[in-house]
């Protein structure tokens, strides 16, 4: 009896690994976080967005190695933003996150992530 129960656990658990493995792929290409909030790029769609967790001013910032770029930017109330952007089918982008507001004296930025733009 404790066999099975240890290989319905172990099942269990990689079955759940492997769906929040393809969900969290799915949703995202590149993902970046600086503890205050989280955003990433999705290839599909071309799309960018941004969560934060506390009452500041969050903006996942991006270029692309053919030379557009921009920010997609989320302040209080709201909690979270997807910006659409149309992005060309190859070549690379890199992001980072940062956020803003009382207490921090300066921005907290995250590190860049450089990943390629696929549809």
């Given at each position: 009896?404790?066999?099975?129960?240890?290989?319905?656990?172990?099942?269990?658990?990689?079955?759940?690994?492997?769906v929040?493995?393809?969900?969290?792929?799915?949703?995202?290409?590149?993902?970046v976080?600086?503890?205050?909030?989280?955003?990433?790029?999705?290839?599909?769609?071309?799309?960018?967005?941004?969560?934060h967790?506390e009452?500041?001013?969050?903006?996942?910032?991006?270029?692309?190695?053919?030379?557009?770029?921009?920010?997609c930017?989320?302040?209080?109330?709201?909690v979270?933003?997807?910006?659409?952007?149309?992005?060309?089918?190859?070549?690379?982008?890199t992001?980072?996150?940062c956020?803003?507001?009382?207490?921090?004296?300066?921005?907290?930025?995250?590190?860049?992530?450089?990943?390629?733009?696929?549809?």
């Amino acid at each position: 009896m404790m066999r099975n129960v240890s290989r319905f656990t172990v099942a269990a658990v990689g079955a759940v690994a492997t769906v929040l493995w393809f969900a969290t792929s799915a949703q995202a290409d590149a993902v970046v976080s600086n503890g205050y909030a989280t955003g990433g790029f999705i290839g599909y769609g071309d799309k960018i967005w941004v969560e934060h967790y506390e009452g500041r001013t969050s903006s996942v910032e991006w270029y692309t190695d053919y030379g557009r770029s921009g920010s997609c930017s989320v302040t209080v109330p709201a909690v979270s933003k997807t910006c659409n952007y149309d992005m060309r089918e190859t070549g690379t982008i890199t992001l980072w996150i940062c956020t803003t507001g009382p207490e921090l004296g300066s921005d907290e930025c995250s590190v860049a992530v450089t990943d390629r733009i696929n549809s």
